[in-house]
């Protein structure tokens, strides 16, 4: 239990970190919404995002 609360405020304290969790956070929770709701527009952003 300690080690996992070591882990999580070393990660907390670190900005880039963060920023880097949220975007691929926001990513897939977007795919899988998207996959939800209309799966041709999954596809489509999966494509995009292969791309890149």
């Given at each position: 239990?300690?080690?996992?609360?070591a882990?999580?405020?070393?990660?907390?304290?670190?900005?880039?970190?963060?920023?880097?969790f949220?975007?691929?956070?926001?990513?897939v929770?977007?795919?899988?919404?998207a996959q939800?709701?209309?799966?041709?527009?999954?596809?489509?952003?999966?494509?995009?995002i292969t791309?890149?």
């Open positions: 239990m300690e080690e996992t609360n882990i999580l405020d070393t990660f907390g304290k670190n900005e880039h970190v963060k920023k880097v949220w975007a691929v956070f926001s990513a929770a977007g795919i899988v919404l939800v709701l209309d799966p041709a527009t999954a596809q489509q952003i999966v494509g995009i791309e890149i």
